[in-house]
Structure formats: C-alpha cells, structure tokens
C-alpha cells in the first residue's frame, strides 16, 4: 500500500524560508516521479513543482521559479521542497503527489497517490 506523508508546515513571514517534506512508503520510491501542488482558499489546486524518478528532471511553476527547489532522496525515500523569499500568496495546504504507474509524470488526478497535505501560512 503507497502511502505519502507531509511534514514541515507552518507560519513563516514574508521573505522566510521553510522547507517540507514528502516521506513515501510501500514500493520502489525510485521507480516514481514525484510532484508538489497547492491548494489555497478560494483557489484551483495548483502544480507546483516536480521531479521525475531519477532527480534529473525537474518542473516549476512560473510563479515560484527561482524560489523553489524540489529534490528527492531515493535513499531516504522522501521529496522536499525548499521554499525561499515566501510571500503571502504561497499561503496554501502543500500536497504531495506520485503517479500510479513506474517512470510516468505526475497526473495531479485522482490516478495519483496523494498525501494528507501540510498547511504553510505566509504572514505578512
């Protein structure tokens, strides 16, 4: 059974920078993409960031490229994201999401694994 868990939430201010992380379990962590998306109130579910199977490839969104990095360690089975130069419209419940399938791109459907999601609030 694949499950997902996020970790590292929390309240930074505008400017801070905070890092959480996706532990994975249940099968090959290194066979599986990885990705981030968020959800703020009001908002559509958004694709953040994400990362293929081997941490060669990597996409971000326009709005958080060259703050964000995603990267994975296959030996600790876990994906991070650090998040640097917050602002207050990164405030969002950050989920952490892997395809079904081995070697194949996120979906951000519900073909996915999804984990439980870890809320980051940007004060201002």
């Known amino acids: 059974q694949v499950q997902l868990g996020e970790s590292g939430g929390g309240v930074v201010q505008t400017g801070g920078s905070l890092r959480v992380s996706c532990a994975a379990s249940g099968r090959t962590f290194s066979n599986y993409a990885m990705a981030w998306f968020r959800k703020a109130p009001g908002k559509d579910r958004e694709l953040v960031a994400s990362i293929d199977w081997s941490g060669s490839v990597t996409y971000y969104a326009e709005s958080v490229k060259g703050r964000f990095t995603i990267s994975r360690n296959n030996a600790e089975n876990t994906a991070y994201l650090q998040m640097n130069k917050l602002k207050p419209e990164d405030t969002a419940v950050y989920s952490c999401?892997?395809?079904?399938?081995?070697?194949?791109?996120?979906?951000?459907?519900?073909?996915?694994?999804w984990g439980q999601g870890t809320q980051l609030t940007v004060s201002s």
């Open positions: 999401a892997t395809p079904s399938r081995a070697f194949r791109a996120v979906l951000g459907n519900e073909n996915d694994y």
